[in-house]
């Protein structure tokens, strides 16, 4: 194709705020470079990793809408990088009517509205009047999960494009076989808190957790204070990844709390398993179009605190020889199906089937 494609690409989540949606942003940006040209409106996170202020947020909704409206070239095609902020692509349509429409949702586009409430109630709405409004626009969900609740705010057109994860980790290994990683944010349904109560008190007293990430609920943060655990805090992306192959393994506990509390798609997994880590995850939400199971990792049912021991255990028990052959079949998996470039192929497929306006 050359590069005769042009996109229009916004994105509200962008490095160094950590997270699988400012990474889809980024790499998927990164992987369409050698096949079209992509103007890219973005507002990246704080230094620490963080997410930006309001008023970050606000000028980045100037900015986006202004080169909507009064660009000088407008792209065919418009893709909005979570469904937050779908009315830019509603605008691009009235400026444009041949604009082609290209929405990803991720599992927080989907999951804040059925937590109810207000905010949640007028958020389902919002996502509704959407689904009204750009009724020729494509849908890309990034799990099952997802576009099965996308399809209930009344989006017609929802395609899947699972995640990936490109990994190249430098050094020699120096596997821990005592230490248990998690990776994540640090907020009530990622399963932290938990872990470090129900699951670790089950475990051998020489096996110890690590924990890397950002610290968003107090409750969380208290229990980091437990004997046996201890805060790495937000680790550098190729720091993280030699993290997650030198563990024992890396927990992903998730907690199928309520309808409204679900993983989207789960890229620590496969970027964990990409590396050349053993990964044990709950079977919950889009994670289980992140783990093959017994493949490129273990998945668990959610909260069986003695299914999760006796399979760190049983991990804990490989030989050397067990382990190099389970790493090594994962991180090949890996490479064929997780990879940006397919996610990249696969999305500019879609962008040529988006329906032409009606």
């Given at each position: 194709?050359?590069?005769?494609?042009?996109i229009?690409?916004?994105?509200?989540k962008w490095?160094?705020?950590?997270?699988?949606m400012?990474t889809?942003s980024?790499?998927?940006?990164?992987?369409?470079?050698?096949?079209?040209?992509?103007?890219?409106?973005?507002?990246?996170?704080n230094?620490?990793g963080?997410v930006?202020?309001?008023?970050?947020?606000?000028?980045?909704?100037?900015?986006a809408g202004?080169?909507?409206?009064?660009?000088r070239?407008?792209?065919?095609?418009i893709?909005?990088?979570d469904?937050?902020?779908?009315?830019f692509a509603?605008?691009?349509?009235?400026?444009?009517?041949s604009?082609?429409m290209?929405?990803?949702a991720?599992?927080?586009?989907v999951?804040?509205?059925?937590?109810?409430g207000?905010?949640?109630?007028?958020?389902?709405?919002?996502?509704?009047?959407?689904?009204?409004?750009l009724?020729?626009?494509t849908?890309?969900?990034?799990?099952?999960?997802?576009?099965?609740?996308?399809r209930?705010?009344?989006?017609?057109?929802?395609?899947?494009?699972?995640?990936?994860?490109e990994?190249e980790?430098s050094?020699?290994?120096s596997?821990?076989p005592?230490?248990?990683?998690f990776?994540?944010?640090?907020?009530a349904?990622?399963?932290c808190?938990?872990?470090?109560?129900?699951v670790?008190?089950?475990l051998?007293?020489?096996i110890?957790?690590?924990v890397?990430?950002?610290?968003?609920?107090?409750?969380?943060?208290?229990?980091?204070a437990?004997?046996?655990?201890r805060?790495?805090g937000r680790?550098?992306?190729?720091?993280?990844?030699?993290?997650q192959?030198?563990?024992?393994?890396?927990?992903i506990?998730?907690?199928?709390?309520?309808?409204?509390?679900?993983?989207?798609?789960g890229?620590v997994?496969?970027?964990a398993?990409?590396?050349?880590?053993?990964?044990?995850?709950?079977?919950?939400?889009g994670?289980?179009?992140?783990?093959?199971d017994?493949?490129?990792?273990?998945?668990?049912a959610?909260?069986?605190?003695?299914?999760?021991?006796s399979?760190i255990?049983?991990?804990?028990?490989w030989?050397?020889?067990?382990?190099?052959?389970?790493?090594?079949?994962?991180?090949?998996i890996?490479?064929?199906?997780?990879s940006?470039?397919?996610?990249?192929?696969?999305?500019?497929?879609?962008y040529?089937?988006?329906?032409?306006?009606?």
């Amino acid at each position: 194709m050359g590069k005769t494609l042009q996109i229009d690409f916004f994105s509200r989540k962008w490095p160094p705020a950590m997270g699988g949606m400012e990474t889809y942003s980024h790499e998927l940006v990164k992987a369409l470079a050698p096949h079209a040209e992509v103007r890219a409106v973005t507002l990246p996170g704080n230094p620490d990793g963080s997410v930006p202020k309001t008023g970050a947020l606000m000028w980045f909704g100037l900015r986006a809408g202004l080169t909507v409206l009064f660009s000088r070239r407008p792209a065919p095609v418009i893709h909005i990088a979570d469904m937050a902020i779908w009315p830019f692509a509603f605008l691009a349509r009235l400026r444009k009517p041949s604009t082609k429409m290209v929405v990803s949702a991720h599992g927080t586009d989907v999951a804040f509205p059925l937590r109810g409430g207000l905010r949640g109630r007028l958020y389902g709405m919002y996502l509704a009047l959407g689904a009204r409004l750009l009724k020729s626009a494509t849908i890309i969900a990034n799990s099952s999960a997802t576009a099965a609740q996308v399809r209930r705010f009344g989006y017609q057109h929802v395609v899947v494009i699972p995640l990936a994860a490109e990994v190249e980790v430098s050094g020699e290994s120096s596997t821990s076989p005592r230490t248990v990683l998690f990776s994540g944010r640090l907020i009530a349904s990622k399963g932290c808190r938990w872990f470090i109560e129900q699951v670790l008190p089950l475990l051998p007293e020489d096996i110890s957790l690590d924990v890397a990430g950002t610290v968003w609920d107090e409750d969380e943060r208290a229990a980091l204070a437990a004997p046996r655990v201890r805060y790495l805090g937000r680790l550098e992306q190729e720091e993280l990844w030699r993290c997650q192959r030198d563990a024992l393994c890396v927990v992903i506990p998730n907690l199928a709390q309520d309808a409204s509390q679900f993983e989207g798609f789960g890229l620590v997994a496969v970027e964990a398993a990409a590396a050349g880590g053993v990964v044990v995850a709950a079977r919950h939400g889009g994670i289980v179009d992140a783990v093959q199971d017994n493949e490129t990792g273990f998945i668990i049912a959610p909260g069986e605190a003695s299914e999760w021991a006796s399979k760190i255990k049983e991990i804990a028990a490989w030989s050397a020889s067990e382990r190099s052959a389970f790493t090594t079949r994962a991180t090949a998996i890996c490479a064929r199906h997780y990879s940006w470039t397919r996610v990249a192929q696969d999305t500019i497929a879609h962008y040529q089937n988006v329906d032409d306006p009606a």
